[in-house]
């Protein structure tokens, strides 16, 4: 078969028998389904990327003016921001204008009461109360971190109103305050909560011996300043608090200094001469509550601890570093010390009541309070002897604190 001249034409070439085919319909614009990019007639091939124009964006300037203008820190940054924002919109035709022309307003306001405020004063004591508020905020501090030496108030209505307490606010000792803490201790020796009761026990005892080391001077002490302690509640001892913080504490008038006075701030013969007198009022203290008709063993055991403990003391007051001024009356108080001990140690051996009491009444006898003044006085020490507590009140220290988390 021989191939057919018809029907058939190179590439590119029409066929000049057929006639040319008809152009291709345009769809109508308005029935196409889908938008078109800008520019983009129905029909026609998208634009490669990036042809599309982009939206213009916010400008940063007209941002920060608004923020600057609300915040008001600094209003005349605010009103710089905004106009330099308002020139760049114009130009680049950002958008912002409306933040920018609020911020500069904000500002223009801002900037205006500033200046008012710094005219009349009205910012320097506004400026005072941040910085007392501030110093007052940083002076927080947890009950687990009270540390000795320290003087606090109460966040509450006070010490005889607390319960319990997070923290305290800490304030300089030479200001008036509520408390001062005197020692910690750990409460040893407990696996797991010991109870209320049991806690309450540890801190009345050992805060009796840490404060008289803390305020070794007692005379120095006012008389509204009470044993105080913070403990550990059973919620805090899950949280590992397992100590006790020991305090003198006023529950009335406030303390007006600090009540310290041990081996930090004593001088060698303050120390030795009150420790010495510590050390006999601890015995003294530790005197039986049944008298000698109830109890005789425990009260002749008790006179000879004192006949030990005065021998002791009236040997350290002979061999003290006293000053010039002060080994006199030194000497005179080892006397009445040595005086002492031979009535406490005719107590000692009485065999009745008559005898037990006649030696007691004479070895009080041989103590001279302005022996004890004349010492102080040449040592630099409190002059004022403490005021006796009434029989109602002996004994009965301010409530304690506890802890909280």
Not at 53 to 81: D, E, H, K, W
Not at 171 to 186: A, I, M, N, S, Y
Not at 360 to 385: C, K, N, Y
């Amino acid at each position: 078969m021989e191939p057919s001249s018809q029907g058939w034409a190179p590439p590119g070439v029409s066929d000049p028998a057929q006639p040319p085919a008809p152009p291709s319909p345009q769809p109508d614009p308005a029935a196409y389904p889908y938008p078109m990019p800008a520019g983009v007639q129905p029909g026609m091939p998208y634009p490669p990327y990036g042809a599309v124009p982009r939206r213009p964006g916010t400008n940063g300037f007209a941002v920060g003016s608004l923020v600057t203008g609300i915040v008001c820190c600094l209003p005349p940054l605010g009103l710089v921001l905004g106009l330099v924002a308002l020139v760049q919109i114009r130009k680049r035709g950002d958008e912002g204008r409306g933040l920018a022309i609020a911020g500069t307003a904000l500002s223009v306001v801002s900037t205006i009461l500033m200046t008012v405020a710094f005219a009349t004063g009205t910012a320097g004591a506004a400026w005072d109360g941040f910085r007392e508020a501030a110093r007052d905020g940083a002076a927080a501090e947890s009950t687990f971190d009270m540390r000795t030496g320290q003087c606090f108030d109460t966040p509450g209505r006070g010490l005889e109103d607390e319960e319990e307490a997070a923290s305290v606010r800490i304030v300089d000792c030479d200001r008036p305050h509520e408390g001062e803490v005197t020692g910690t201790f750990p409460l040893d020796g407990f696996d797991e909560w010991p109870g209320e009761k049991t806690v309450e026990t540890e801190a009345e005892g050992r805060c009796e011996d840490i404060n008289s080391a803390y305020a070794l001077d007692r005379w120095a002490v006012p008389g509204t300043a009470e044993p105080y302690y913070y403990m550990p509640t059973r919620d805090s001892w899950r949280f590992g608090d397992r100590s006790v913080t020991c305090a003198l504490a006023s529950g009335g008038p406030k303390l007006v200094s600090s009540v310290r006075s041990d081996r930090t701030t004593l001088d060698p013969a303050q120390l030795a001469y009150l420790e010495g007198e510590l050390a006999v009022d601890t015995v003294w203290w530790e005197e039986p509550e049944d008298l000698f008709e109830d109890d005789p063993e425990a009260n002749r055991a008790w006179a000879e601890r004192m006949e030990r403990t005065l021998g002791t003391e009236a040997r350290e007051l002979r061999a003290g570093p006293w000053p010039a001024a002060a080994r006199p009356h030194a000497l005179a108080r080892a006397k009445e010390y040595d005086t002492a001990r031979r009535h406490f140690g005719r107590a000692a051996v009485a065999q009745d009541e008559e005898s037990f009491w006649d030696a007691m009444s004479e070895a009080g006898d041989a103590f001279r309070q302005e022996t004890e003044i004349a010492v102080r006085s040449a040592l630099g020490l409190a002059t004022d002897p403490p005021e006796e507590a009434d029989d109602a009140e002996e004994g009965e220290p301010l409530p304690s604190g506890d802890t909280t988390v």
